[in-house]
């Protein structure tokens, strides 16, 4: 057979084959975002942000970053620990308020904050923060140069210890030679924290007592209006960046109010509701901008 001929012959072979040979369906797989959850400071109202969590689960929505200031730190290290919403929950209505209290005699804090540094640790079974299954960042402020940090590894104990050190209340936790205070005076709900470790999406939740009306008597009360006037303007910079803010309505619920631990954990829930179709919607988005 001549060579044109079977050249001929093969190309019709090779293209009766083609033709025989179904095509299979690209299926395209939605992109996924990068999910932060921004957890802000507010002593015992921080409850909320299990209630919050306990949701945005229910719903599939879930964080692949973590960061935390103050109250906003504790919940935020047990969750990115691998807790799961419901677990959470349990965990924080068995807490014990003798499990935080470590008084002593000193001007810089009548509270040393140990204790809370050893919950911490127990609830998150030893490990640190470069270990959480969830990326973590725990926010502080230097007390000498007032710069905001973020601690991405260490004890993870003490770095929430640091975060949550109000002035007055508990004493300056030292890390690595510096001394370190409650994050909220910096950055009250850290998302540009978030933004800076690889978040698409910022969700924030904001549970800070507004300075509206007359505030409650008591030392709690009046030192959380007075943090809460001063960083006003720290707040808005760092919300204008979120994606999506959810405000649990506790401004009824004391920074001491232990006992309300239950109804803070509801009023994160209802807030979490309400936010769901504004939470698709931005994913959607999302989405459809990067698929």
């Given at each position: ?193 978030a933004r800076e470790m690889g978040a698409d999406i910022v969700i924030a939740v904001d549970i800070s007592a507004k300075p509206v009306g007359k505030a409650a008597a008591g030392f709690f009360s009046l030192l959380d209006r007075s943090l809460s006037i001063m960083n006003m303007a720290a707040l808005a910079q760092e919300l204008k960046q979120a994606d999506v803010v959810i405000r649990p309505n506790v401004l009824n619920i004391g920074a001491a109010d232990f006992d309300e631990r239950g109804n803070a954990i509801l009023e ?24």
């Amino acid at each position: 057979m001549p060579l044109s001929r079977r050249l001929l012959l093969l190309a019709l072979i090779t293209g009766l084959a083609a033709c025989s040979t179904p095509t299979a369906p690209v299926v395209k797989i939605p992109a996924k975002p990068k999910i932060a959850f921004a957890l802000g400071g507010g002593a015992a109202k921080g409850f909320a942000h299990v209630g919050v969590i306990r949701v945005l689960e229910q719903n599939g929505i879930k964080a692949d970053i973590v960061t935390g200031t103050s109250a906003g730190s504790v919940v935020g290290a047990i969750y990115a620990s691998g807790v799961d919403g419901d677990a959470l929950r349990y965990r924080a209505l068995r807490i014990d308020e003798a499990d935080l209290r470590d008084f002593t005699l000193s001007t810089s804090g009548f509270l040393k904050g140990e204790k809370l540094a050893a919950l911490v640790n127990q609830q998150v079974d030893g490990k640190k923060i470069e270990q959480m299954p969830r990326k973590f960042g725990v926010v502080a402020t230097n007390l000498d140069s007032g710069a905001r940090i973020v601690f991405r590894s260490g004890d993870t104990g003490t770095a929430v210890r640091a975060s949550a050190a109000i002035p007055n209340v508990f004493q300056p936790v030292t890390i690595a030679g510096k001394r370190y205070v409650d994050g909220g005076l910096v950055s009250p709900v850290p998302v540009s924290a978030a933004r800076e470790m690889g978040a698409d999406i910022v969700i924030a939740v904001d549970i800070s007592a507004k300075p509206v009306g007359k505030a409650a008597a008591g030392f709690f009360s009046l030192l959380d209006r007075s943090l809460s006037i001063m960083n006003m303007a720290a707040l808005a910079q760092e919300l204008k960046q979120a994606d999506v803010v959810i405000r649990p309505n506790v401004l009824n619920i004391g920074a001491a109010d232990f006992d309300e631990r239950g109804n803070a954990i509801l009023e994160g829930e209802k807030a979490a509701r309400a936010a769901l179709p504004q939470l698709k919607a931005v994913i959607a988005r999302w989405q459809q901008q990067h698929g």
